[in-house]
């Protein structure tokens, strides 16, 4: 089973910044197939990104995925306040166990 | 719009059972393959369990297989996940998820999820 880790564990920015969010794989990843999440208290996690680097229906273009083999980033640029949340890194490039990483969380500064 | 809302999570004594339920709306849910998610406290993300649209193929971890079965009414637009033998390390929240649409067979994403249910098993 591929393990994900992903770095850092916090993230403190301020609104308006950038933020890389890195999420490493124990084995390479087929076809780039690593999806972004991100998930708020009490609410569904969120389709951001998908095949590495597609953006899902309604994610601003603030938010991109880049990456391939063992080692994807998500970038978010210009931070909004509502972007401050968890976000888990998840991938599918085998059959079923998928794994997921155990999350950065992007706190304010 | 696309809905998925869970029940059935409860505090349940250890080798007890409870069956959970995902309430779909908005897309043909037939269509798609859709998935039971768990997470633990303090733990990662966990698949558990997945079943193609016409329930013709289902697959599970392996720590929960032969203990848990997951199902759906096309009918009723609704997934289950029948837990059995359960455990203190099934205490999780169990969200379900729909397979994105842009996924290979079970090389799947997920651009649905719902909100989770708790199940907490202790004595």
């Known amino acids: 089973e591929i393990v994900l880790t992903q770095s850092p564990g916090t993230l403190s920015l301020s609104p308006g910044e950038r933020a890389t969010l890195s999420c490493r794989a124990s084995?390479?990843?087929?076809?780039?197939?690593l999806a972004w999440y991100q998930q708020k208290p009490g609410q569904a996690l969120r389709l951001l990104i998908y095949?590495?680097?597609t953006r899902a229906t309604g994610i601003p273009d603030r938010f991109s995925g880049s990456g391939s083999g063992t080692d994807f980033t998500l970038t978010i640029t210009g931070l909004e306040p509502e972007d401050f949340a968890l976000y888990y890194c998840?991938?599918?490039?085998?059959?079923?166990?998928?794994?997921f990483g155990q999350g950065t969380k992007l706190e304010i500064k | 719009e696309v809905q998925l809302l869970e029940s059935g999570g409860d505090l349940v004594q250890p080798g007890g059972s409870l069956r959970l339920s995902c309430a779909a709306s908005?897309?043909?849910?037939?269509?798609?393959?859709m998935s039971w998610v768990r997470q633990a406290p303090g733990k990662r993300l966990e698949w558990v369990s997945g079943i193609s649209g016409s329930a013709s193929i289902i697959k599970y971890a392996d720590s929960v297989k032969g203990r848990f079965t997951i199902s759906r009414d096309n009918s009723k637009y609704t997934l289950y996940l029948q837990m059995n033998s359960l455990r203190a390390e099934d205490t999780a929240i169990y969200y379900c998820?729909?397979?994105?649409?842009?996924?290979?067979?079970?090389?799947?994403?997920?651009?649905?999820w719902g909100q989770g249910t708790l199940v907490t098993v202790s004595s």
């Open positions: 998840q991938q599918y490039g085998t059959s079923p166990p998928y794994s």
């Open positions: 998820a729909k397979k994105g649409p842009y996924s290979d067979n079970w090389s799947m994403y997920f651009d649905f």
């Open positions: 084995q390479s990843v087929t076809n780039r197939y």
């Open positions: 095949g590495a680097s």
């Open positions: 908005g897309f043909a849910f037939g269509d798609y393959a």
